[in-house]
């Protein structure tokens, strides 16, 4: 079975520093899907950001980017320019190449920044 | 992405009653899915609802307890049958497919429920 781990229970930045959550996976599939989703005080889930295992490409989307190591099973986020908004629960999420693979979700990492 | 609403937004319910959530969307998906979300935990699926045939429960969940609806393309309800104080949880519904993709799943905007 797949797993996710997010083994950064909270993190602290500085407002305009730059923070990395780390995520690790384990999954025999060759064909899957990464994401990292926010969840800030409001309870909506928002998508930051996703990346296809078969692309070598790190996804990027403004501030936010990734570091995928398929070899490693590590999926981490950096965001840069942190800004008080960024404040929220973030989650690592797989999802199997299936058409209907479910998202398997990490425990989460809160954030908080300082201004 | 998709417009998705759920009601109610929040709710404080008596032990041994049921609630209805509805998940409503903008657009025609193909898979909607409801999650729970415990206090101060990850998400957890609960069961996949397709249009036209039974929702498929994860292990832990039975339609006896959370029975699902998917009447449409674009609507979903999940009830909480004869709650118990720890039904208490954040409900999410999620949606993929048709002009969404496949492969990426975006959520409503939650039900807090709370069961005294």
């Known amino acids: 079975a797949q797993t996710v781990t997010q083994s950064q229970p909270e993190m602290s930045v500085q407002e305009a520093e730059t923070v990395t959550l780390s995520c690790t996976y384990d999954t025999s599939e060759s064909d899957y899907y990464l994401f990292w989703y926010k969840q800030p005080p409001s309870r909506q889930m928002i998508l930051v950001i996703r990346?296809?295992?078969?692309?070598?490409q790190n996804a990027t989307e403004n501030r936010f980017s990734v570091n995928f190591q398929k070899a490693a099973k590590s999926f981490s986020l950096k965001i840069s320019d942190s800004q008080l908004g960024d404040a929220a629960m973030y989650f690592c999420a797989y999802r199997g190449g299936g058409s209907q693979g479910n998202l398997i979700f990490g425990k989460g990492t809160k954030l908080s920044v300082k201004p | 992405s998709a417009v998705i609403s759920q009601k109610p937004s929040r709710d404080i319910c008596q032990r041994g009653t049921s609630l209805t959530i509805q998940c409503q969307v903008d657009?025609?998906?193909?898979?909607m899915f409801w999650y729970r979300q415990q206090p101060g935990q990850s998400l957890t699926l609960i069961a996949t609802?397709?249009?036209?045939?039974?929702?498929?429960?994860e292990s832990g969940f039975v339609i006896d307890k959370f029975p699902i609806s998917r009447p449409n393309l674009t609507f979903s309800t999940l009830t909480v049958s004869n709650m118990s104080p720890e039904d208490s949880s954040i409900y999410l519904c999620?949606?993929?497919?048709?002009?969404?993709?496949?492969?990426?799943?975006?959520f409503g905007p939650g039900t807090r429920l709370t069961v005294l």
């Open positions: 657009s025609q998906v193909t898979m």
């Open positions: 990346q296809e295992a078969y692309k070598q």
């Open positions: 609802a397709n249009q036209g045939s039974e929702a498929t429960y």
């Open positions: 999620s949606v993929s497919g048709r002009g969404l993709g496949t492969d990426t799943q975006y």
